[in-house]
């Protein structure tokens, strides 16, 4: 073998083995590109505090949505026993004076519209009855538990008619419940076995002869009558006859309808010289305080009962009454009103002090800041207690209806 091919040949076995080399230094330097890295522990930890956060939120939005559908199907129940009340309180002809008792079972008569106010409750009257009433008995009025010189409603029933107007009588509590609750939230009975269908419960549970289906009765109204705040400024004022009909819709109104002190409560709110609980100007409502009632009879100068926080309790969504004894030429003329709370003060309960209403009133008056919304209220300074704006709350108000209509008593029809 001479020289050359010696080289050649070394040559040749070297080539493969400087390949392979390079080729593993390349591989150890640059990762392959399909290769995938793992996740570091913090990364993991990471990616969990963002999916509990998304999840965190989600429960809590959860039910918000649920409360929020509840109450729109509630505002909508609410709605339609409100607009088939109006129409059924034209179509029985609820809006004829002839058409009312009194608690005791004497006819209201033609009233004098520029001073009376009323409320038509036959549920309440149902229950709350009696022969030979006094004439101061608080189930004749609404509220039941007013002051004596406080505004108040005549509240009053309808005649169950019979053949003969002298035989005619109050309805029953039946009879009101038929008319005066709402029939649209149907029972429902669902079977323990889920494979079965759900059925509706009917008032004779004969199969073969099923009657009238049953309603949960969660909503039911009254309708309350107050004269316009013009009627008396003749003679441009509006017809002595003429009246504001609001149709108070409630949910969950105790049936008992008991003189318990609960289902009607009251405040005051001052607007004096002293104190001033218009912080708005009575401007659509506005901004009010509700001060605990002692304080009205310490105006008064009577002796003040013990301080009632429970008596202020409101919440968003509800309505309420306010109502003012207007004095024009000598007489005395009750202005009443329904407004809707916007807005509640989160703190439940304060203490007046000056800083809350103008002057320095007694300490230890609970009062609630509270926002209405609805027609300007007329207030104007004045001592007299007797004239001050009341708030007259009624749990279980959530919707109010109004018109301006004319007392059906000079109709032709009607004489």
Request: charged share 20%; hydrophobic share 45%; net charge neutral.
């Amino acid at each position: 073998m001479n020289r050359d091919d010696a080289f050649a040949k070394r040559d040749s076995s070297d080539v493969p083995a400087s390949r392979a080399m390079i080729a593993a230094e390349a591989s150890a330097a640059t990762p392959a590109l399909g290769r995938r890295r793992g996740l570091t522990l913090m990364e993991v930890m990471f990616a969990i505090g963002v999916v509990m956060i998304g999840m965190l939120g989600i429960a809590i939005l959860v039910p918000i949505a649920g409360k929020a559908a509840k109450d729109g199907a509630s505002y909508d129940r609410a709605a339609r026993v409100g607009l088939n009340a109006v129409r059924e309180f034209h179509l029985r002809e609820m809006g004829r004076p002839d058409n009312w008792l009194y608690p005791d079972y004497t006819a209201v008569g033609r009233p004098n519209s520029r001073t009376v106010a009323f409320c038509i409750d036959p549920r309440f009257v149902a229950v709350n009855n009696a022969l030979n009433m006094a004439a101061s008995d608080p189930r004749r009025f609404f509220p039941y538990n007013i002051a004596a010189t406080m505004p108040k409603m005549q509240r009053v029933s309808l005649r169950r008619w019979s053949p003969k107007l002298a035989n005619s009588t109050l309805l029953d509590l039946a009879a009101a419940n038929e008319i005066f609750m709402g029939v649209d939230d149907l029972l429902i009975e669902t079977p323990a076995d889920p494979l079965l269908p759900a059925q509706q419960i009917y008032y004779s549970q004969n199969p073969a002869n099923p009657d009238k289906r049953q309603t949960d009765g969660e909503f039911s109204w009254m309708a309350t009558l107050s004269p316009r705040a013009d009627a008396w400024a003749a003679p441009n004022g509006a017809a002595p006859d003429t009246y504001t009909l609001s149709i108070v819709v409630f949910q969950g109104r105790d049936s008992a309808l008991a003189l318990d002190g609960i289902s009607e409560r009251w405040a005051i709110i001052p607007y004096t010289p002293q104190y001033n609980a218009f912080y708005g100007g009575g401007l659509s409502g506005g901004d009010v305080a509700l001060v605990d009632k002692s304080l009205y009879y310490q105006m008064a100068g009577g002796s003040a009962p013990p301080a009632s926080p429970q008596d202020l309790f409101v919440k968003r969504g509800q309505w309420i009454l306010l109502a003012r004894n207007a004095v024009a030429g000598g007489n005395v003329y009750p202005v009443f009103r329904w407004y809707k709370v916007t807005e509640v003060d989160p703190d439940e309960l304060g203490v007046a002090t000056s800083s809350e209403l103008i002057g320095s009133p007694p300490s230890g008056i609970p009062i609630r800041h509270v926002t209405l919304f609805g027609q300007d209220w007329p207030i104007g300074p004045n001592a007299n207690a007797a004239e001050q704006t009341f708030a007259y709350i009624v749990p279980g108000v959530v919707a109010v209806y109004e018109k301006t209509i004319r007392l059906e008593n000079s109709s032709l029809w009607t004489q």
